[in-house]
């Protein structure tokens, strides 16, 4: 098996409290500098930027997973994605449908631009995209297996948004591919704290917001190939493909 590091929680301007400089291109670029084969663009309910980070990384030899940070109804994170241009679409479209609008307040908040690849805006989304959507987590979780992608509550083991705070306990039958823990978290204190598994998956990431942090954190994916296929083995364990911590 090969060595693959990746950071699968990075935001781009896209997401509001994202720094303006997290374009697709200097995401690549500092991606590369810092030594990752694999990235993961999760801006807060939206994929609206991934698929250009995709294009960009493709001609640079950076794999990119597209998806979003999703905040539940009970303001729960979790990290999805897709490995069809297809699926990342009717996912898009499934929150925009549930999802509370409350207008974006570009004061209080920060900006929301969609951008091309000359780095032109072609859209600011009006509502505020962390906002959290009218679906639980459990409902959430099986439109994405329906899509076939990667379901990943993010940093479980935060006092907000992870879901041991907000809900305190694994809900039954949620079907995940692994749980990410922030960027300080100890793999062994969180395994005994929240009572899990050892054959849980966890993974580390950066949640970069500024360049400067793509690949400050990263997990290393032990595979034979980067794809997604390869990845989802290695986040379940399977056919001897695995992850470990940094």
Same mark, same amino acid.
């Given at each position: /098996?090969?060595?693959?590091?990746?950071?699968?929680?990075?935001?781009?301007?896209?997401?509001?409290? &994202?720094?303006?400089?997290?374009?697709?291109?200097?995401?690549?670029?500092?991606?590369?500098? =810092?030594?990752?084969?694999?990235?993961?663009?999760?801006?807060?309910?939206?994929?609206?930027? !991934?698929?250009?980070?995709?294009?960009?990384? *493709?001609?640079?030899?950076?794999?990119? @997973?597209?998806?979003?940070?999703?905040?539940?109804?009970? *303001?729960? %994170?979790?990290?999805?994605?897709?490995?069809?241009?297809?699926?990342?679409?009717?996912?898009?479209? #499934?929150?925009?449908?549930?999802?509370?609008?409350?207008?974006? =307040? *570009?004061?209080?908040?920060?900006?929301?631009?969609?951008?091309?690849?000359?780095?032109?805006?072609?859209? /600011?989304?009006?509502? #505020?995209?962390? !906002?959290?959507?009218?679906?639980?987590?459990?409902?959430?979780?099986?439109?994405?297996?329906?899509?076939?992608?990667?379901?990943?509550?993010?940093?479980?083991?935060?006092? &907000?948004?992870?879901?041991?705070?907000?809900?305190?306990?694994?809900?039954?039958?949620?079907?995940?591919?692994?749980?990410?823990?922030?960027?300080?978290?100890?793999?062994? %204190?969180?395994?005994?704290?929240?009572?899990?598994?050892?054959?849980?998956? @966890?993974?580390?990431?950066?949640? &970069? %917001?500024?360049?400067?942090?793509?690949?400050?954190? #990263?997990?290393?994916?032990? /595979?034979?190939?980067?794809?997604? =296929?390869?990845?989802?083995? !290695?986040?379940?364990?399977?056919?001897?493909?695995?992850?470990?911590?940094?």
């Amino acid at each position: /098996m090969k060595e693959f590091r990746a950071d699968l929680h990075i935001h781009t301007l896209l997401s509001p409290c &994202a720094d303006l400089e997290m374009t697709p291109r200097n995401i690549i670029i500092k991606a590369r500098e =810092s030594g990752l084969d694999i990235i993961g663009i999760t801006d807060h309910n939206s994929t609206r930027n !991934a698929l250009l980070v995709k294009k960009i990384g *493709e001609s640079q030899g950076i794999f990119t @997973l597209t998806g979003a940070e999703v905040t539940t109804r009970e *303001e729960v %994170h979790c990290l999805v994605f897709f490995e069809f241009p297809e699926q990342l679409q009717k996912f898009q479209e #499934y929150i925009d449908e549930n999802i509370i609008r409350i207008p974006n =307040s *570009e004061t209080d908040f920060g900006y929301q631009p969609v951008i091309d690849e000359d780095e032109n805006i072609v859209e /600011m989304v009006p509502w #505020y995209l962390p !906002a959290a959507l009218k679906m639980g987590i459990t409902a959430v979780q099986q439109r994405v297996t329906e899509l076939n992608g990667l379901f990943i509550p993010a940093h479980v083991d935060r006092p &907000a948004n992870g879901i041991f705070s907000q809900l305190g306990f694994i809900p039954p039958g949620l079907k995940y591919d692994a749980l990410g823990i922030s960027r300080h978290g100890s793999q062994k %204190h969180v395994v005994e704290q929240y009572v899990l598994q050892y054959k849980t998956t @966890l993974i580390r990431n950066s949640d &970069a %917001h500024f360049l400067k942090q793509i690949g400050e954190i #990263y997990t290393v994916f032990r /595979m034979s190939k980067i794809s997604f =296929s390869e990845i989802k083995r !290695a986040l379940n364990q399977q056919d001897k493909r695995y992850c470990d911590l940094s």
